[in-house]
């Protein structure tokens, strides 16, 4: 009997973890989501009697202290496992490479800002937030749903120069990660920044853009990992994840890990 805490829970990756986890039904899955009445979640909830949709926006402290404090009522004070999968990005600079950021000191912080506050801030509310429940748990885990575009090895091996912001607070993630990671040993809490691999997460039909601009990653990437075939479906993603997060312990706290359980098998 397990109790999970899914940020950012509407849709893809996140509802995913949410239906696999879901499907036992001995777990007591917390979906944390910014709106409750979205209609993919409320399906989710209406088939599992053990999903409870709770409201919660990791970039206001008060909005996920109030979804920890829900949590608590439900679960009797505890919880096993947080796991941190917001995320947002500007997507109107997404394809800027560095160097075409402009001299601008209020256009350039907007950029980061989706990023940094969902990665870092978020990061951090929404561990804080449920601090107090996972010490009371017995699992003891919290998972932050990281990438490894935030690796310079992969940047190096890719050549992949965009995407600044995303992996730039990706990478503030991972350190954000092994510092809670040395903070919370002592308490038997392990931390960890996972990776879920290349995911397709699109909804509904793919524009030719979004194809075209699948295809381009897909031939970047290939340069560093010629073996990769395409994106792997949330289903897989999750499963192996969830595989991972299972065999989290204190050797493996503070790392970034990818869906494979390693540090080399990003994709
Ligand atoms: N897909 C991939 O290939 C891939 C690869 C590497 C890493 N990742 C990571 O995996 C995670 C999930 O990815 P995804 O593709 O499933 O992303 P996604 O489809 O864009 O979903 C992002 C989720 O974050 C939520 N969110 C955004 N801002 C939030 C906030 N302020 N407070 C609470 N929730 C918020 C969104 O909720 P709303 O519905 O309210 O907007 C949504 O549920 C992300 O952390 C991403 O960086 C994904």
């Known amino acids: 009997m397990s109790s999970y805490a ?3 829970a509407s849709k893809g990756i996140g509802l995913e973890f ?3 986890l879901a499907a036992d039904t001995s777990n007591t899955v917390l979906a944390i989501v910014r709106n409750p009445k979205a209609t993919d979640i409320s399906e989710v909830a209406s088939k599992y009697s053990n999903v409870h949709v709770i409201k919660g926006d990791v970039t206001d402290p008060k909005s996920i202290l109030d979804a920890a404090s829900s949590t608590s009522a439900i679960t009797g004070g505890k919880l096993d496992v947080l796991i941190h999968n917001s995320n947002a990005v500007d997507s109107a600079a997404i394809a800027l490479s560095p160097s075409q950021f402009p001299f601008d000191a209020e256009a350039v912080p907007k950029m980061f800002e989706p990023s940094i506050a969902t990665a870092i801030y ?3 509310w929404a561990t804080n937030a449920f601090l107090p429940l996972i010490e009371k748990g017995n699992q003891k885990k919290i998972v932050h749903i990281s990438t490894a575009m935030a690796l310079p090895d992969f940047i190096n091996k890719t050549g992949v120069s965009y995407a600044v912001a995303y992996s730039v607070a990706k990478a503030g993630m991972n350190v954000q990660v092994a510092k809670y990671a040395a903070e919370l040993a002592p308490k038997g809490i392990k931390v960890l920044a996972l990776s879920p691999g290349w995911v397709d997460t ?3 039909e793919k524009t030719p853009e979004v194809v075209q601009a699948d295809e381009f990653m897909l031939k970047q990437f290939q340069v560093g990992y010629p073996d990769l075939k395409g994106k792997i479906l949330p289903d897989e993603s999750v499963r192996k994840c969830l ?3 299972g065999n ?3 050797r493996s706290s503070g790392l970034l890990l990818s869906h494979n359980g390693d540090q ?3 994709t």
């Open 248 to 250: 989290l312990d204190e």
């Open 264 to 266: 080399e098998r990003w």
């Open 122 to 124: 978020g990061g951090l």
């Open 18 to 20: 949410v239906r696999q």
């Open 6 to 8: 899914i940020t950012g």
């Open 243 to 245: 595989q991972v997060i």
């Open 202 to 204: 699109w909804e509904g």
